[in-house]
């Protein structure tokens, strides 16, 4: 049994909490707080049992590089609106101006580091900078599921000096998803959208044995469409997919799933909402068109295909759902998924962002904090982040 919050001893103690803030901004506003307040019960948890409280994230990918616009400064400022007080800033997430904010807590008080990627040695897991963020506190919790996934130093390496609990959040994330792969109710369905194809390519692999039905959508699925023999114009692609995506096709039959991908696209003639478009089967994409979205007849496929499904998993976005004109097949997704009976988790960014302009969000039964972190633990892989917390 992993630790948890709860049943760790936080009074008066000084305790490392790693969120997850990497919240989507533009030009410095927050556009969307999800991330912040999925954080909120650990950090009043915290707050009322009169910790001292350090929370620290990382932002964007700067690469060990200070670049002001992954400053984590207006996380701060909302997340002191959020909990009505003071939420401390010091620029930095090591060294001496960090060590003297934090001997200036009060039980009960709040501090937030500064991006944690300012310095490489946070994705590289250095030991040594793990050793000085565990040195700032009594216990590390951590909150930060999204990340769980990543062998980072704050995830990972600081449990080598200080005690590791699971948040709430990350609590609830392992309760959910776990249900979904120790006792997932069949017949079970994975959607698998977006455009990091690469990435999610192993992720079809692995969860092909898992379940009755995979949807392919979103960029990956030109790889399919090609290795059919059909032309995909200029849509996303990249070379040496379709020969995965073959391999794909064998491993499903022996697995004996069922792999569902376009039968028609919405095409257009550039990247833009403005763009001419028109529906075609994929066996007529001409040169000088780029497959946009699923088209009419492989939405009607999909949600019937999804009708009978007892478990239904679905991460990244059909088509590109952020232009109008590319969101039909991403909607239709998300009605059918939110519409369901069946046990259903949503993961990544697009994709819970898909079900929240439905208006239909309540009606999911997991929405997960972590788009890979949710795809990993759901393929059956162990999340260093999980595996590094202490045991109770
Ligand atoms: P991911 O981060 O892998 O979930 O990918 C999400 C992105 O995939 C969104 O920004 C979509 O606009 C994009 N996307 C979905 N379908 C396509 C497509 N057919 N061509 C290009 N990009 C796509």
């Given at each position: 049994m992993k630790l948890t919050i709860d049943g760790l001893q936080?009074?008066?103690?000084?305790?490392?909490?790693?969120?997850?803030?990497?919240?989507?901004?533009?030009d410095g506003v927050i556009t969307d707080d999800t991330r912040i307040r999925s954080a909120l019960p650990t950090i009043n948890y915290l707050i009322e049992k009169g910790a001292k409280v350090i929370l620290a994230s990382h932002f964007g990918r700067p690469k060990g590089e200070r670049k002001p616009e992954m400053s984590l400064a207006p996380c701060a400022k909302h997340l002191s609106e959020?909990?009505?007080?003071?939420?401390?800033?010091?620029?930095?997430?090591?060294?001496?101006?960090?060590?003297?904010?934090?001997?200036?807590?009060?039980?009960?008080?709040?501090?937030m580091l500064e991006n944690l990627r300012y310095h490489n040695e946070e994705t590289k897991n250095d030991p040594e900078f793990a050793k000085q963020l565990a040195s700032l506190a009594d216990v590390a919790i951590n909150d930060a599921f999204g990340v769980s996934h990543r062998n980072a130093a704050s995830v990972v390496g600081i449990a080598d000096y200080i005690p590791m609990a699971a948040g709430f959040l990350l609590k609830?994330?392992?309760?959910?998803?776990?249900?979904?792969?120790?006792?997932?109710?069949?017949?079970?369905?994975?959607?698998?959208?977006?455009?990091?194809?690469?990435?999610?390519?192993?992720?079809?692999?692995?969860l092909l044995p898992k379940v009755d039905v995979m949807i392919i959508g979103g960029?990956?699925?030109?790889?399919?469409?090609?290795?059919?023999?059909?032309?995909?114009?200029?849509?996303?692609?990249?070379?040496?997919?379709?020969?995965?995506?073959?391999?794909?096709?064998?491993?499903?039959?022996?697995?004996?799933a069922k792999l569902l991908t376009p039968i028609d696209a919405v095409v257009a003639d550039a990247f833009s909402n403005d763009a001419n478009t028109k529906i075609v089967d994929v066996?007529?994409?001409?040169?000088?068109?780029?497959?946009?979205?699923?088209?009419?007849?492989?939405?009607?496929?999909?949600?019937?295909?999804?009708?009978?499904?007892?478990t239904i998993i679905w991460n990244g976005p059909m088509g590109v759902f952020e232009m109008e004109n590319f969101a039909a097949g991403t909607n239709a997704v998300a009605k059918a998924v939110a519409e369901s009976d069946a046990m259903t988790i949503v993961g990544g960014g697009d994709s819970v962002a898909a079900i929240e302009k439905s208006g239909l969000a309540d009606k999911i039964s997991h929405?997960?904090?972590?788009?890979?972190?949710?795809?990993?633990?759901?393929?059956?892989?162990?999340?260093?982040?999980?595996?590094a917390l202490s045991e109770a």
């Open positions: 936080v009074d008066n103690k000084t305790v490392f909490v790693r969120v997850d803030f990497n919240v989507p901004m533009k959020l909990i009505n007080k003071p939420v401390a800033f010091v620029d930095d997430c090591i060294g001496h101006k960090v060590e003297e904010a934090v001997k200036a807590l009060q039980p009960g008080d709040v501090l609830k994330e392992i309760e959910a998803l776990s249900a979904a792969v120790v006792h997932p109710k069949t017949p079970m369905a994975a959607i698998i959208g977006g455009a990091k194809v690469t990435d999610k390519i192993s992720v079809i692999s692995n960029g990956m699925a030109n790889a399919f469409i090609k290795a059919q023999g059909c032309n995909i114009g200029s849509s996303l692609f990249e070379e040496g997919q379709e020969a995965i995506a073959t391999d794909l096709v064998m491993e499903a039959r022996v697995a004996g066996e007529n994409i001409e040169d000088g068109w780029m497959v946009l979205d699923i088209g009419p007849k492989t939405r009607e496929l999909y949600v019937e295909a999804l009708a009978p499904m007892k929405i997960s904090t972590g788009g890979g972190a949710s795809l990993e633990f759901l393929e059956g892989k162990i999340l260093p982040g999980i595996a």
